[in-house]
Structures are given as structure tokens and as C-alpha cells.
């Protein structure tokens, strides 16, 4: 069919990039001028991609130009395979998958089945095979996780930390183990280090508030705050999820933290909110309560 002609849902094929947190779309289009759609959104999408020829997942340009710094070269930020050239995809695509792929595909199948030890051992015999296999190195700490196993977690987040220092993945969930076991100051460092590598990054900065709250430096902690719901507000953050989530999540934070600051009046409007947008916790459910007792309304 020849392209000028084909109808639109026949021309073009629309793919999310594969990196961490990146919202952006990849537009692969055989009409002439590309993607209509795409052209007239180009924040939304992606006008040049390249695909790992090892995972053959697909990469927009802003990642790739990204890792190309970290990793001086252009390597998949999830299997450090070489990233080559769309046009390459029909060999691409009928590659067999090296063994170590076919090990962290079944581990993630064992994982949503709950056989989280199976899946820990696929993605050790995957780290074996492929060394620096960033994929492998971020589930096996997962799974560590959930198995208790906090120590060995933390090193195995370190081993992706060493192979790429900028894994928002493994920065928010380091940051958070290191939350949940009270190392305050390995916590706060994290989440310093989260923001070095993505300014932009909403959770970071709601993650560092959540910290700087529990170490009581309130003001700080509410700027931080501030400074997430602003970027999110603004539509420039990384990670923003169309569903609001993170709206919510910083007016819970930011509720938090106005209860113990003693600002009754601005704690309820947020934690309303919170609540409003979706996904409140029993915490927010909690500080509702606090908050009107103290001013004096038990509802």
C-alpha cells in the first residue's frame, strides 16, 4: 500500500521510549512529513529514536543523547546493548534474545506471580551471564526488597548506582529503604543525588520533603515541597503521571508538614485535596482529623 494513501491507523505506529520515567512517544510514520499528530505535539513526541538491537526496545533521542553522556556511548539504559539504527529493525527484530534477556523476562513473569525467590535467583543467573546488565541489577534489588533482605537490596541498587549514577528507579527506591529503616542522612543524600541527575524529577523533590519533614527542618522540607508541586504544576517534570497521582501525593506531603508547622487552616486545604485528587492514604484519612480537632471542628 502506498503510503500517501494508506489511512492514518495504517501508516503510523506509535511506541512509548523504553527509558525510566520518559513520557515521551516515538512516532514512526510512513506518511510523507511524518505524523501529523506528533508534529503539532513535539513535547509529547519524539521525532528521532534509535532501538537496542540486544532487548529491541525503543529509545527516543533525548534519552539516548542522555545516557550517550553517562555511558559515553550509545548504549540501552536497561541492558547496555548497543543502540542502533531504526532502520535496522526488520534485523533487529528477527534476532534470537540473548539467554540473559530470556532470564529477566521470566523473572518478571515469576515476580507479578508472587514466586518472588524464583525470581530473585532468575535475575542473579542473569547478572552472571551479562555482569552489567542495569535491568537485572534494579529487579534484583527489588526482590531483595520484598524478601526482607534490606542489606543485600542496598547493594544490589548500588551496583546499578555504579554502572549508571543517575537511575531515578534506584535513587527513589534507595531513598525510600533508606526512609523506611531511619537513615535520615543516607536518605536525605540520595535524594540530593536524585536531583543532580533530574532536576525536573517531581518525586525527588516530594521524597526529599518527606525527609527534611521527619528530620523537623519544617521550612525546608515545605519549600521542597513547594518546589516539586511547582514543577509539576508547570508540566516540565519527569515522571509527572497523567493521572494526577503526583498533584495529589504533594498535597498530602504538603499537608503533613503545615499539621506540624501549626497552620491549621492551610494543612486542611491541602489534605482536602489530597484526598480529592485520588489515591489517599489512612495517613491523610489520620491528619484530616488532627487538623480539624485543632481547629476546634470535630467532624
Known amino acids: ?17 523504553s527509558a525510566y520515567f520518559c513520557d515521551r512517544m516515538i512516532s514512526v510514520s510512513v506518511i510523507p512529513g511524518g505524523n501529523p499528530v506528533a508534529r503539532a505535539n513535539p513535547g509529547s513526541f519524539a521525532g528521532q529514536h534509535m532501538i537496542c538491537g540486544d532487548c529491541k526496545r525503543r529509545f527516543c533521542y533525548q534519552c539516548v543523547r542522555a545516557n550517550a553522556r553517562r555511558f559515553d556511548a550509545a548504549l540501552c539504559s536497561r541492558c547496555l546493548g548497543t543502540l542502533t539504527d531504526p532502520a535496522d529493525w526488520p534485523e533487529v527484530r528477527d534476532r534470537a534474545a540473548p539467554a540473559e534477556l530470556d532470564l529477566v523476562e521470566r523473572g518478571n513473569e515469576l515476580a507479578r506471580s508472587g514466586r518472588d525467590s524464583e525470581a530473585l535467583a532468575a535475575f542473579t543467573a542473569a547478572i552472571e551471564l551479562r555482569p552489567r546488565y542495569i535491568d537485572a541489577h534494579f529487579y534484583q534489588g527489588l526482590m531483595l526488597n520484598d524478601l526482607g533482605r534490606p542489606d543485600e537490596a542496598v547493594a544490589a541498587y548500588r551496583q546499578v548506582l555504579g554502572i549508571d549514577p543517575g537511575h531515578l528507579g534506584t535513587l527513589l527506591n534507595l531513598g525510600r529503604l533508606c526512609m523506611r529503616r531511619g537513615q535520615l542522612d543516607e536518605a536525605l543524600a540520595v535524594c540530593e543525588q536524585t536531583l543532580r541527575a533530574e532536576p525536573n524529577f517531581v518525586l525527588g523533590h516530594l521524597d526529599r520533603a518527606v525527609v527534611l519533614h521527619l528530620m523537623h527542618r519544617l521550612d525546608e522540607a515545605l519549600a521542597a515541597c513547594a518546589r516539586g508541586m511547582e ?3 508547570a508540566g516540565t517534570g519527569v515522571g509527572s503521571l497523567p493521572d494526577r497521582t503526583n498533584q495529589a501525593t ?18 486542611l486545604a491541602a489534605v482536602d485535596a489530597a484526598i480529592a485528587g485520588g489515591g489517599a492514604t489512612s495517613i491523610d484519612h489520620q491528619n484530616r482529623v488532627e487538623i480539624l480537632e485543632a481547629l476546634g471542628r470535630g467532624e
Open 250 to 267: 504533594g498535597q498530602s506531603v504538603k499537608a503533613a508538614i503545615l499539621l506540624d508547622l501549626g497552620r491549621h487552616a492551610e494543612a
Open 1 to 17: 500500500m502506498d503510503g500517501a494513501d494508506a489511512p492514518l491507523e495504517a501508516s503510523v505506529a506509535v511506541y512509548y521510549c
Open 231 to 233: 514543577i509539576e504544576r
